[in-house]
Nanobody, 115 residues
Framework: QVQVVESGGGLVQAGGSLRLSCAPS????????MGWYRQAPGKQREVVAA???????EYADSVKDRFTMFGDNAKNMLYLQMNSLKPEDTAVYYC?????????WGQGTQVTVSS
């Protein structure tokens, strides 16, 4: 069973920064991709940043040059560094892992950006 746990959300003023962490665990085999998604109230879940095995990360246009996704293989962690945050970045952020056994999501972490 694969589990994905996000952390690092919170309340921040516009222009501020946050770093989200994603800790996958369990029987993970053949990772095909990982990424960060977000869902704002009344809106559909959207991709923020994602990476497919063997390819570089891709970012949503709305976060390019502000957000950076990176990993720490030694700690088996995935991070999302978010800078220059805007009120429109307010959402629940989810980590996703896709491997040979399926597609896994965390419970989400709330990010709220005040103006």
């Amino acid at each position: 069973q694969v589990q994905v746990v996000e952390s690092g959300g919170g309340l921040v003023q516009a222009g501020g920064s946050l770093r989200l962490s994603c800790a996958p665990s369990g029987s993970i085999f053949g990772i095909r991709g990982m990424g960060w998604y977000r869902q704002a109230p009344g809106k559909q879940r959207e991709v923020v940043a994602a990476i497919t095995a063997g390819e570089g990360p891709e970012y949503a246009d709305s976060v390019k040059d502000r957000f950076t996704m990176f990993g720490d293989n030694a700690k088996n962690m995935l991070y999302l560094q978010m800078n220059s945050l805007k009120p429109e970045d307010t959402a629940v952020y989810y980590c996703n892992l896709n491997d040979d056994s399926g597609d896994y999501w965390g419970q989400g972490t709330q990010v709220t950006v005040s103006s």
